[in-house]
């Protein structure tokens, strides 16, 4: 790609959502479709994870004009879990900018699961993208901070300009979460090993657990994702966060890895930019427009929230969220 083009100005025309009651109702209707059905297990390899109610519904819908639309259990909080990598990797593109976190981080998919280390050892420790967590601890370890509690607090304040709001740490998920990642360790020492990663390999697994462990709800992610969707500013704060260079490379990145090997499936039937964790939250993100959080925490073998997944095709289709659809301009042309 020519670097050049960097300095053009950019256009962008994405539409808007509809009127803020039909937007309510499609999230009532979502909610009432889906919230009864059944299918996927709570995640037990990480023992308070499993202990999360599997009847637990809640949906939400942020404008980048400012309101926010919910359903359910929205102000339910979880662990952020695996979508901490997307705005954590948003911070970090800021603080360095594009060529050189591109240079650390790759953007391809993978088609393995989030924990392998295959494409890792075939591509020279070079983490192909910063959703999978070889990629993740990589663009953790590029934090700005003197040590692991200043890059800790980078990343809390970070991610709670995103939401509108200070942020908390789940201690008991943290802990829980610290005694069973030996295999999130082994990568982070890989990752050493092969130059990625410059600093103590175990403070950066430390940063990474606590940053899943932030507590967040339905609602938060929906505004964090509007965010996104807003070219960086939050609609609900007016702050920003980010640039929009920096929300469109992240969009990118997520359209392309952020439902792991289930990424493409996802893009086709859906059409938004999203990510996922294995607590059973979900975002998604139609750009201009706004974002959807999701959570239910019954989820698919992929580790994605199957009621989530479900709400979020309805909503797409309903509100206009696919970035692929279109219809004609106009009449026909001879």
């Known amino acids: 790609m020519d670097a050049d083009i960097e300095g053009v100005p950019q256009e962008v025309s994405t539409g808007s959502l509809p009127a803020g009651d039909r937007v309510q109702r499609s999230v009532d209707e979502a909610h009432a479709r889906y919230r009864d059905r059944d299918e996927g297990e709570v995640i037990d390899s990480i023992p308070e994870l499993a202990e999360a109610d599997p009847a637990l519904f809640g949906l939400a819908v942020a404008p980048t004009g400012g309101d926010v639309h919910a359903a359910g259990d929205a102000d339910v909080q979880f662990t952020i879990q695996s979508i901490s990598k997307a705005f954590v990797y948003a911070l970090v593109c800021e603080a360095h900018g594009h060529d050189e976190v591109l240079e650390r981080v790759g953007v391809d998919n993978t088609g393995y699961p989030f924990d392998s280390v295959v494409t890792l050892e075939l591509n020279d420790g070079h983490p192909k993208n910063p ?114 260079h920096v929300c469109r490379d992240v ?55 199957v009621r989530g997944q479900l709400a979020a095709a309805y909503l797409s289709r309903t509100l206009g969220l696919n970035v692929f659809a279109s219809s004609a301009a106009g009449g026909p042309r001879g």
């Open 131 to 244: 959703m999978v967590n070889a990629g993740a601890l990589a663009t953790t370890a590029l934090v700005p901070g003197d040590g692991a509690a200043e890059r800790w607090e980078h990343v809390r304040t970070g991610l709670s300009a995103f939401a509108g709001r200070r942020l908390e740490m789940d201690d008991a998920v943290h802990r829980s979460e610290s005694a069973v990642n030996q295999r999130t360790r082994a990568i982070a020492q890989l990752l050493e090993s092969y130059g990625r990663i410059t600093t103590d390999p175990l403070d950066v697994v430390d940063v990474y657990t606590r940053q899943c462990a932030l507590l967040v709800s339905a609602r938060d992610l929906a505004v964090m994702g509007a965010t996104l969707a807003n070219g960086g500013v939050n609609p609900l704060t007016g702050e920003r966060t980010v640039s929009p």
């Open 251 to 305: 969009l990118s990145v997520l359209a392309v890895t952020g439902m792991y090997e289930k990424s493409g499936d996802w893009l086709f039937g859906i059409g938004m930019p999203a990510k996922s964790g294995i607590s059973g939250g979900i975002v998604a993100v139609a750009p201009g427009k706004g974002a959807l959080g999701a959570y239910s925490p019954q989820l698919d073998s992929a580790g994605n929230s």
